[in-house]
C-alpha cells in the first residue's frame, strides 16, 4: 500500500506525527494563549505543519470554529493550509458554491481523497463515485422518487410505522413518565422506514422493546469511525493503523463486517424473492437493481449501505433538532398545531394522507429554519481536478480539496440578515393578499445548500420533507416533547458523517389534553 511513497517521505511523515502529537501533549496551555477557540481571526500558520495546531485545538468544534472563521472573512472564503502544504478551501459563498455545484461542476468531484477516505464503508455506492457510475445509480434510483412511490411511502410505510410503532412508545412513556433518548427514538423511525420502501425489509428496529440490534450499534460505529479519518491531520496515521488492525481502525473493521453482512443478507433475501416470483406486488429501489443487470454481491450492497446512510442520518438529524427548537418556541409549536387541526388528517387514502402533509406550509417553514440552524449535513467536501479561480477571486489549485459549509451559511448575516440567530420560520413565509394565507417562499439553493445542489441535489429530498412533516403531524397534537436539559444549558452540536446532538437527547413526554 506504500508503493507511492518513498523511504524519505515516509520517515518524514513519522517525524512529523510524532512532533504534533507531543507538542499538543505538552504545549497545550501556550496554544491556549496563542490560539483562542473563539477568534475569527485567520489562524496562524507554520511552515511545514501550516495551521495544524489551531485545527487540532478545535477539531471537536470544527463545525463552529470554522464557521466563525469564514463568515468573518469579506470573501466568506479562507484557505486552510495542512502539513505539507497541501490546502483546503472552505466557503460559505453562495456565488462560490453555485460555481461548484453547478457552473463547473466537472471540475469538482468527489476525487481520490474523499472516495478512498470512505471506500472501506460506502465502496462504490452513489455517494462516493463520480462519471458513468453516479449517472447509472442515479438515474435507476430516481424511480423509487416519483410521485406514486411517495404517495405510498407517507400514506403506507411512514404512517404504519408511525402509527403502530412510534405512538405507542411515547404514549407508554408519558404513562410511566419514563426519559427517552428522542435521537435514538428517530433514527431507529428513519431506519425502519428507509428499509421498507427502499428494500422491502423491515428490520424492526422500532419495536416496543427498543431491541439492540447488532447491525444498528454497528452501523452507528462505522459511521462515526469513518467519518474520524477526515479529522487525522496526517492520513498516513489512519493507513498505518488499518495497515496493522490496531486501534480505531480494528474496531472500524470489525464495524464493516457486520454492516456489510447485513446488507449482503438483505440482498440475498431479495435476490431469492426476486428468481421465486415472476411478478412483484411492489417494486423497491433493491429490485431495480437487481433486476438492471447488476447482481454483482459487492456493488450491490455498496447501494444497500449508501441508502442506509442517506434515510437513516438526514430526517433523524433534521427532526431531533426540530423538536429541540419549537420546545424552546412555544409560539412556533402553537402555529404548527393550528396548522394540523386545520387539515384534521382525516386518512381515507394513501392519497388524502399525502395532499394533507404536503400542504402544511407553515410546518414546512419550520423545518427549512430548523435545517438552516443546525443541517443534517454541515460540511460537503470536493476535489479540484483541474486549476480554477472561484468567483470571489479564490486560485484553486488541482488537488485542492474545496469545502461548502452549509452550517456557516445558515450563520452568515450577508445572507440572513442581522436576526440570523433567531428561530423565526415566518422569514420562509408571506401572506397572500387575498387569503390572508401563508405562502412559502423558497431561498435560493446555492444560499441554502441543505440539500446539495446543481446534477447532485438530493434525490430524496421531497421523501424527507413528508416524513418530517407527517411525523410532525402525528407526534404533535396527542404529545408535548419536553428536553431534559440543565438550565442555562444547551445541546452539542457535533458532526460525523451528519450531525449529531451530543450524547443523545433526553426528553420527557407529556400527554396533550385532547
Wanted: hydrophobic residues 40%; neutral net charge.
Amino acid at each position: 500500500m506504500f508503493a507511492y511513497l518513498d523511504l524519505s517521505t515516509l520517515l518524514l511523515y513519522c517525524i512529523i506525527a510524532f512532533l504534533l502529537f507531543y507538542l499538543i501533549n505538552n504545549l497545550d496551555s501556550i496554544f491556549n494563549g496563542l490560539f483562542p477557540s473563539k477568534a475569527c481571526k485567520l489562524p496562524k500558520s507554520f511552515p511545514l505543519v501550516g495551521m495544524s495546531f489551531s485545527l487540532l485545538k478545535n477539531i471537536h468544534q470544527f463545525s463552529d470554529w470554522s464557521a466563525n472563521i469564514v463568515n468573518s472573512q469579506p470573501s466568506s472564503t479562507f484557505i486552510l493550509h495542512w502539513v505539507l502544504g497541501q490546502r483546503q478551501i472552505i466557503t460559505s459563498n453562495p456565488a462560490n458554491v453555485q460555481h461548484i455545484l453547478k457552473t463547473n461542476f466537472h471540475i469538482y468531484q468527489k476525487g481520490t481523497f474523499g472516495s478512498r477516505t470512505m471506500y472501506d464503508f460506502l465502496g462504490h455506492g452513489i455517494f462516493n463515485v463520480d462519471g458513468d457510475s453516479w449517472k447509472f445509480q442515479r438515474q435507476l434510483s430516481s424511480h423509487e422518487f416519483n410521485t406514486k412511490s411517495l404517495r405510498k411511502f407517507v400514506g403506507t410505510v411512514v404512517d404504519t410505522e408511525l402509527s403502530n410503532r412510534l405512538v405507542p412508545i411515547l404514549d407508554k412513556a408519558a404513562k410511566k413518565k419514563e426519559i427517552l433518548d428522542f435521537q435514538d427514538i428517530l433514527q431507529r423511525f428513519a431506519f425502519d422506514n428507509i428499509c421498507d420502501i427502499a428494500f422491502g425489509y423491515d428490520p424492526e428496529y422500532l419495536l416496543p422493546s427498543l431491541p439492540e440490534a447488532k447491525f444498528a450499534v454497528a452501523f452507528e460505529d462505522a459511521t462515526t469511525l469513518i467519518s474520524k479519518r477526515f479529522r487525522h491531520i496526517i492520513p498516513l496515521v489512519w493507513k498505518l493503523q488499518r495497515f496493522f488492525d490496531i486501534g480505531p481502525e480494528k474496531e472500524l473493521r470489525k464495524s464493516i463486517e457486520q454492516v456489510r453482512d447485513f446488507a449482503r443478507k438483505v440482498m440475498m433475501e431479495k435476490r431469492e424473492e426476486l428468481q421465486e416470483k415472476s411478478e412483484l406486488q411492489s417494486v423497491d429501489l433493491l429490485s431495480r437493481f437487481l433486476s438492471s443487470g447488476h447482481s454483482d454481491e459487492v456493488f450491490v450492497t455498496d447501494i444497500v449501505i449508501s441508502f442506509i446512510l442517506a434515510g437513516r442520518d438526514t430526517t433523524s438529524a433534521a427532526l431531533t433538532w426540530f423538536f429541540y427548537l419549537i420546545a424552546n418556541h412555544p409560539n412556533v409549536e402553537n402555529e404548527i398545531l393550528a396548522e394540523i387541526n386545520d387539515k384534521k388528517f382525516e386518512k381515507t387514502s394513501e392519497s388524502s394522507v399525502y395532499d394533507e402533509v404536503k400542504d402544511m406550509i407553515y410546518t414546512h417553514a419550520a423545518l427549512c429554519e430548523s435545517m438552516r440552524l443546525y443541517p443534517p449535513v454541515p460540511t460537503d467536501g470536493k476535489q479540484a481536478m483541474e486549476d480554477d479561480v472561484l468567483p470571489d477571486g479564490t486560485h484553486v489549485k488541482k488537488g485542492d480539496r474545496v469545502l461548502y459549509h452549509p452550517y456557516a451559511m445558515g450563520r452568515s448575516e450577508k445572507i440572513w440578515g442581522s436576526d440570523w440567530p433567531v428561530f423565526r420560520p415566518e422569514r420562509w413565509l408571506e401572506r397572500d393578499s387575498v387569503t390572508g394565507k401563508w405562502c412559502f417562499v423558497g431561498r435560493d439553493q446555492y444560499s441554502y445548500p441543505v440539500f446539495q445542489a446543481g446534477p447532485r441535489v438530493c434525490l430524496g429530498k421531497e421523501m424527507a420533507f413528508l416524513q418530517m412533516k407527517r411525523v410532525v403531524s402525528g407526534v404533535l397534537p396527542m404529545f408535548r416533547v419536553i428536553p431534559v436539559i440543565e438550565k442555562g444549558k444547551k445541546p452539542v452540536f457535533v458532526s460525523y458523517l451528519t450531525s449529531k446532538m451530543h450524547g443523545g437527547f433526553p426528553v420527557r413526554i407529556q400527554e396533550r389534553d385532547l
